[in-house]
């Protein structure tokens, strides 16, 4: 094996994976760290005019497409070629440094009239930076060997290493020539550049007036760049800026979150899905654990939107979604040229498309998500809005009622903690052993058991309370509902107004500020209207004064940011009850906020459709 494989003579190669980042940081580091004579780059000649043209127009992304066959001539299977103007791809970092140092420029690649596109999955390009080149090129080797290779790859590299042989014997042994291909090919160039095999390959490129320079519409940016659009504009500043250290996307990436917090604030000021210090903390560790999970070391943009939707909610996570893929010099671009990977829009009409520089591989992921509605929209499904008949979505009743019965299994061990007793161990082990008392004596050789009576009684009221509301002014909505089924719990709660939320006809959205479930369901009057919890101060301690009333056994579990206040206390033990609380800050704050949104619709018959409005 020779000392270096990306070394050939005076030549020095730089294989990439064409639009990812790493290379174009490495291409930088590179080009500003020594001097070459020649740039070489795997794109065919008759591209060059079009492509620098395009350049020198940056940071407007454009994209430079081709035909081989006149306008008159095309067929409907006939594809478009495109090179999209990516300043995150490695060839066209390169050609800017060139350019700007003076540095001689050669296309070396073959002229093809059907290039075939062979996208690869590798392993994430981003251990780059921590491995470097030589490195992460020798690891990743035996996978880019496994590749299928078509008769056009051989043609190809043949006549790239011959003319790599051309520039090398005209520039001299002693000038440096830097060459940038697709890591795919640079070995097989390599073997012909040894073997002396290289030939040149005659065939004419696109007629001239096939090429053409188009501004490509914002919508399409997400699908042609190979990093998000947020990245890439952050790489673009910082290449314009005086930072000497090399670029950190991971550093980016914060401050998108940062970024999409603010506009999703702006837009949604009074919004109880917060993104919270604390919820964004939650949504970098369980970004972390999907991105290990996959074998990634940075995350694309699914995985932002599915994080973020899962700790704060659908709007932050469209919020999130739409400032990723933000790119400000194309944000004017109205009349721009819109494609997907491999298809454009030109006349009206779909074409199929082909890159001529093929990155990763990507797939589609499937994810859920909505946009609020326009004014107009939510104003006319407000006018229909019927107060006097609604009903809960049954999904969203599945979850919370889990959510109960996981909150009274927790009461009920919290109330027989006071009936747990420990003794020194003589001849049984009871219910186990107690390791703290254990650990405790250990010094002495004792061994202690425990013993945990089974706690008499059952939990008939769960209380719950996600914020207070102290003025009767932020939960204006206040109703009890009666359970549909035995598997659901009678429901009393005070929430926000979901006629001032509409997401879709005949669907509100409501914020819980606190509820309480009675189960098993029984048929009770409107809590809100009974005389006999008039004493009440405010709505919580109403809920939980009828939760001691209606109660049928025992315990009562209070899950709540403060213990309830003593007199309801001593009320509830007047009567027999006990009530056992739970503070809200052992349980996750993001569980929470999620059980605390619900969709009310407006009657039986809107379920039919409420799935196409509600993620």
């Known amino acids: 094996m ?5 070394v050939h003579g005076n030549i ?3 294989p990439l994976v064409h639009g990812r980042l790493p290379f174009a940081v490495e291409v930088r580091r590179a080009m500003l760290a020594e001097r070459h004579d020649v740039l070489a780059v795997e794109l065919p000649p008759s591209l060059e005019n079009a492509v620098l043209r395009a350049i020198d127009r940056l940071p407007l992304i454009q994209t430079v497409t081709y035909r081989h066959r006149p306008a008159f001539l095309e067929q409907e299977d006939d594809h478009l070629f495109y090179v999209p103007i990516d300043p995150c791809d490695g060839i066209i970092e390169a050609l800017r440094i060139a350019r700007r140092e003076r540095t001689r420029i050669a296309f070396v690649d073959a002229e093809v009239e059907d290039f075939l596109e062979r996208p690869a999955v590798l392993p994430d390009a981003h251990a780059l930076h921590g491995l470097g080149l030589e490195t992460w090129y020798r690891l990743v080797l035996p996978r880019t060997l496994t590749l299928a290779r078509t008769a056009q790859d051989e043609l190809r590299e043949a006549h790239m290493a011959a003319r790599l042989n051309e520039i090398s014997t005209t520039v001299g042994e002693g000038r440096k020539i830097l060459f940038l291909c ?9 073997r012909h550049l040894e073997s002396g095999t290289g030939r040149i390959h005659q065939e004419d490129g696109p007629p001239e007036e096939g090429i053409a320079v188009h501004p490509i519409h914002p919508r399409s940016l997400p699908h042609l760049l190979g990093e998000m659009p947020w990245i890439t504009w952050r790489f673009e500043k910082h290449r314009g800026g005086i930072d000497p250290e090399p670029f950190d996307p991971t550093h980016a990436l914060k401050d998108l979150l940062i970024e999409a917090r603010s506009a999703y604030e702006k837009a949604f000021p009074d919004s109880l899905e917060s993104a919270t210090p604390q919820a964004l903390r939650t949504l970098l560790r369980y970004l972390r654990k999907m991105v290990v999970r996959r074998g990634r070391l940075l995350p694309d943009p699914w995985a932002l ?3 973020a939707k899962g700790t704060v909610g659908n709007d932050f996570a469209v919020t999130l979604l739409e400032t990723a893929n933000g790119y400000p010099p194309n944000a004017a671009v109205e009349n721009g040229l819109e494609m997907t990977a491999d298809a454009a829009r030109i006349d009206e009409r779909r074409t199929p498309a082909v890159p001529r520089t093929p990155g990763e591989a990507r797939s589609l992921r499937r994810l859920e998500l909505t946009r609020r509605p326009e004014q107009h929209r939510a104003a006319e499904w407000r006018r229909g809005w019927n107060p006097n008949d609604h009903c809960s979505w049954p999904p969203e009743d599945v979850v919370i009622e889990n959510f109960r019965a996981y909150v009274t299994r927790r009461a009920l061990t919290l109330a027989g903690l006071s009936l747990r007793k420990t003794e020194p161990f003589t001849t049984s082990f009871k219910d186990g052993i107690a390791v703290r008392e254990s650990l405790r004596d250990w010094h002495l050789g004792r061994i202690h058991v425990k013993e945990e009576p089974p706690v008499a009684g059952d939990v008939g009221a769960l209380v719950t309370i996600f914020e207070e509301d102290d003025e009767g002014t932020k939960f204006p909505w206040r109703t009890t509902w009666m359970a549909e089924h035995e598997e659901e719990s009678t429901l009393a709660f005070y929430a926000t107004d979901p006629k001032e939320d509409m997401v879709g006809p005949g669907i509100g959205r409501m914020f819980y500020g606190g509820c309480l479930f009675l189960y098993p369901p029984m048929l009770i009057p409107d809590v809100w209207d009974d005389l006999r919890f008039e004493q009440a101060r405010r709505p919580s ?4 004064l009828a939760a001691i009333h209606y109660s049928r056994e025992k315990f009562i579990a209070h899950l709540g940011p403060t213990p309830p206040a003593p007199e309801v206390q001593a009320q509830a033990q007047a009567l027999g009850r006990h009530i056992v609380h739970l503070p809200a800050s052992h349980f996750s ?8 949104r619900a969709h009310v619709l407006g009657g039986r018959h809107v379920r039919s459709w409420a799935s196409r409005f509600i993620s």
Do not use: D
């Open 541 to 544: 301690e109403r809920l939980l």
């Open 182 to 190: 697709g890591l795919a090919h640079w070995e097989a160039v390599r």
């Open 589 to 596: 704050r993001t569980t929470l906020e999620r059980m605390r």
């Open 305 to 307: 939107a599915v994080a």
């Open 2 to 6: 020779p000392e270096s494989l990306l």
């Open 12 to 14: 020095q190669a730089l």
